[in-house]
C-alpha cells in the first residue's frame, strides 16, 4: 500500500512539472517603454507554451479605439511567443490587454502599455529601454536599450537623468580575459544598423544614484546626439538577473578602478 500511495505521489509530481502557466515574460514594444519607431507587430513572450486560438491580444490607443488587426499569431513556430498585427500607430499613448491560456488549459491575463513618440527629423528611434534593479544600498546601476539610425549618419555623445548624479555612456572590454569597463566620449551610429546596448556590451553607467532602483518603476533618460536634437525616453526598470550576463554594479567601481590603474 505503501509503494502504491508514493508511485501515485510521483506520478501527480510529473504530471505538475510537465505543465506550466504562462505568464508574460517579455514583450515588443516593451512595456511601459517609448519607441520612437511605431511597430506594425505588437507580440508577447510567455514563461510557457499557449493556445493561440484561445488566447487575445487587444491594443487601444488613448481613444479607447482598438487597433490590434486580425487574431493572435504564432512567431516562428515558438508556442510561447504571440503576436498581433496593428494598424499604423500615430504618437500617444497604446495599452495592450492580454488574455492566454496555457496548454494546461489555465488562464491568465494581464496589460501593459506603451508610448510612441512623435518622429524625429533625425529619424533616431529607440527600443526597449531598461535599467536591472539594484541590490540594497548600491549607488551604481545601469541602463540598457536599442538605438537606430533612420536618417543620416550620427554620434551618440551624452546621457543624462535625474536619478543619478552622473550618467555616462560606457562599454565592456575583454582584456586578456579580464572584464573591464571604461567610458567612452561617443557611439558612432550608421544607418540602419542597430546598436544594442546589453550587459557586457555598451550600456549607460548611473553613478550616484539617488535612490535604489526597484523593479517596476520608471525613470527618464535623455539622449544626446551630435546633430540629431536630444531624446528623453521612459526606463522601465526590470527584477535583477534579466537580460543575460550579470555585472554587480555595486562593485563596479573596483572594476574601473582596475582599468584605470592599467592592471
Not at 101 to 110: A, L, M, P, R, Y
Not at 150 to 161: A, E, I, K, Y
Request: overall charge negative; some cysteine.
Amino acid at each position: 500500500m505503501i509503494r502504491i500511495l508514493l508511485t501515485a505521489g510521483a506520478a501527480c509530481l510529473i504530471g505538475h512539472a510537465a505543465f506550466a502557466h504562462a505568464h508574460l515574460w517579455a514583450s515588443s514594444p516593451a512595456a511601459d517603454s517609448t519607441v520612437t519607431l511605431a511597430p506594425h507587430e505588437v507580440t508577447i513572450t510567455f514563461t510557457d507554451a499557449v493556445e493561440p486560438p484561445f488566447s487575445t491580444i487587444e491594443v487601444t490607443g488613448a481613444n479607447g479605439q482598438r487597433v490590434d488587426q486580425g487574431e493572435p499569431h504564432m512567431i516562428a513556430r515558438d508556442g510561447k511567443r504571440l503576436g498581433v498585427n496593428v494598424a499604423t500607430l500615430s504618437p500617444g499613448l497604446y495599452t495592450v490587454v492580454w488574455h492566454a491560456v496555457s496548454v494546461d488549459t489555465h488562464k491568465t491575463e494581464g496589460t501593459y502599455q506603451f508610448t510612441v513618440a512623435a518622429p524625429t527629423s533625425s529619424g533616431i528611434s529607440l527600443e526597449h529601454v531598461w535599467a536591472r534593479a539594484t541590490a540594497g544600498a548600491a549607488t551604481t546601476g545601469a541602463a540598457y536599450l536599442t538605438v537606430t539610425d533612420n536618417g543620416q549618419p550620427d554620434r551618440l555623445v551624452g546621457v543624462s537623468t535625474p536619478v543619478s548624479s552622473t550618467a555616462q555612456l560606457h562599454e565592456t572590454i575583454d582584456d586578456q580575459g579580464v572584464m573591464k569597463m571604461r567610458a567612452v566620449a561617443g557611439i558612432d551610429l550608421a544607418p540602419g544598423k542597430p546598436v544594442l546596448f546589453k550587459p557586457g556590451g555598451y550600456h549607460v553607467m548611473l553613478m550616484g544614484l539617488n535612490s535604489p532602483l526597484k523593479a517596476g518603476d520608471t525613470f527618464p533618460l535623455t539622449l544626446i546626439f551630435e546633430h540629431a536634437p536630444p531624446i528623453t525616453a521612459s526606463v522601465k526598470v526590470e527584477a535583477a538577473g534579466v537580460g543575460g550576463m550579470a555585472y554587480d554594479h555595486g562593485g563596479m567601481k573596483g572594476m574601473h578602478d582596475h582599468l584605470e590603474r592599467g592592471q
